[in-house]
């Protein structure tokens, strides 16, 4: 999995081959979406004593929460998990304990990220700097929009033409 569209699988699936791979499941959607139809269907698939690869653990999944809920499901299942990033395999009970103590450090460094994040939208607010796409449309030409709209014979799509703007 890879979050953008802008981002490529090559090396992922590069690294699964090269593990032996027979099936590799693949998508571009953003590891926080609970939707994500590829890694369903790749639930589904897996049988008693099959082991589902993954590169990194972020790659199933970010949250602590969603990665021990997913791999305790496997064991009860009789499914093996190994990451090959981390070289995780729970098949042992080494394993275990490194899938634990490598998905509550994934989920900590997350954290900080966020963390960080947030502290510097608000250093930029408090300079000043409001975030997100620029107003399109001046005090005035809001209140001519509402003017306009006000009339009974003006429509919202030629409001919006007028104005240069979508009519959302």
Partial sequence: RVST???????QCD??????????????????????????Q????LRPGDTLIVWRLDRLGRSLKHL????????????HFHSLTENIETGTATGKLMFHVFASMAEFE?????ERTKAGLAAARARGRIGGRPQK???ADKKLARKMLASPG???????????????
């Fill in 154 to 168: 003006i429509t919202v799509t030629e409001v919006a033409s007028k104005l240069g703007v979508s009519k959302m």
């Fill in 68 to 79: 021990v809920e997913t791999v305790t499901d496997l064991e009860g299942q009789g499914i």
């Fill in 137 to 139: 449309l001046t005090e």
């Fill in 110 to 114: 997350r954290n900080l990220i966020a």
């Fill in 5 to 11: 569209q802008d981002q490529n699988l090559s090396l």
């Fill in 42 to 45: 790749c639930l589904k698939a």
């Fill in 15 to 40: 690294e699964l081959t090269h593990a032996g791979c027979t099936t590799i499941y693949q998508e571009q959607v953003s590891g926080i979406k609970s939707d994500r139809s590829e890694l369903n």
